[in-house]
């Protein structure tokens, strides 16, 4: 059985739920990457905060990305999967909630990050296709 944890990208950078918005796009120019997890103070995951979240989320509506912290695009609960989930749970979550990156999750510590780019460069090309449409209905 192939787990999650074999696949995720491990120790993600998380953006504090009080750091700004530009921090947070800052953070993501510094690694290239289009999200990163919101944690509290408590180290926990509270949300997911995407290029595409500040963008068309705050920027677009006037919010100034030096004053916004990230916890205002925090919204619900964010869909995880368990590290020693089997890789077909995290699929199915990806493709049911219909996003890129699903945080990991281990003794409710956030503990990696598995995306469409590390399912494309282990599992087989149908099984990305797949993914990868549902995804982007």
Known sequence: MTTTRDLMTPSPRCIGVNDSLRIAAS????????ALPICGED????????DRDIVVGAIALG??????PASALAKGRPVT?????DI???????QENQVRRLPVIADCRLVGIVSQADIARSLSAA??????ESISR
């Open 127 to 132: 099984t990305t296709g797949k993914t990868v």
């Open 63 to 68: 919010m100034d990305p030096e004053t916004t």
């Open 43 to 50: 180290s926990k995951l509270k949300g997911m905060l995407t």
């Open 27 to 34: 953070v993501m120019a510094d690694l290239d990457v289009g």
């Open 81 to 85: 999967v368990d590290a020693d989930d």
């Open 88 to 94: 077909r749970v995290a699929l199915d979550r990806m």
